[in-house]
C-alpha cells in the first residue's frame, strides 16, 4: 500500500500562489500515476489534476488550466502542484492521489490525508 502525505496548504489571497507537495513512500514512485483532487465544503470532491508515472502526460480539469500546473521528482518519490492566479472557488481540501496498476488486482488507488487551502477575497 502506498502512503501519500501533502503538505504545502495554507490561507492566501485571491491572486496569491501555493505550492502544493505530496511525498509518497511504500511503492515504486517512478511507476504510479499520480492526481490531485479537492473537496470544498459541501461538495463532492474532484479532480483538480493528473501526471503520468513518467511525467510525459498531464491533465488539468478546465478551470485550473493556465493556473495550475502538476510536475513530479521521481528522485524524490514527491509530486506538486503549482496553484497561481487562486480564486475562492479554488479553496477546499486538496487530497494527492496514486494509481498503482497490478497484473493481477488490477489498479490500486491510495489517497493521501489532505491538505487545506483557503482563498479569501
Known amino acids: 500500500q502506498v502512503q501519500l502525505v501533502e503538505s504545502g496548504g495554507g490561507s492566501v489571497q485571491a491572486g496569491d500562489s501555493l505550492r502544493l507537495s505530496c511525498v509518497a513512500s511504500?511503492?515504486?514512485?517512478?511507476?504510479?500515476?499520480m492526481h490531485w483532487s479537492r473537496q470544498a465544503p459541501g461538495q463532492e470532491r474532484e479532480f483538480v489534476a493528473a501526471i503520468s508515472w513518467s511525467g510525459g502526460k498531464t491533465f488539468y480539469e478546465e478551470s485550473v488550466k493556465g493556473r495550475f500546473t502538476i510536475s513530479r521528482d521521481n528522485a524524490k518519490n514527491t509530486v506538486y502542484l503549482q496553484m497561481n492566479t487562486l480564486k475562492s472557488e479554488d479553496a477546499g481540501v486538496y487530497y494527492c492521489?496514486?494509481?498503482?496498476?497490478?497484473?493481477?488486482?488490477?489498479?490500486?488507488?491510495?489517497w493521501g490525508q489532505g491538505t487545506q487551502v483557503t482563498v479569501s477575497s
Open positions: 511504500g511503492g515504486t514512485f517512478s511507476s504510479l500515476d
Open positions: 492521489g496514486a494509481i498503482q496498476k497490478t497484473p493481477d488486482l488490477g489498479d490500486i488507488h491510495s
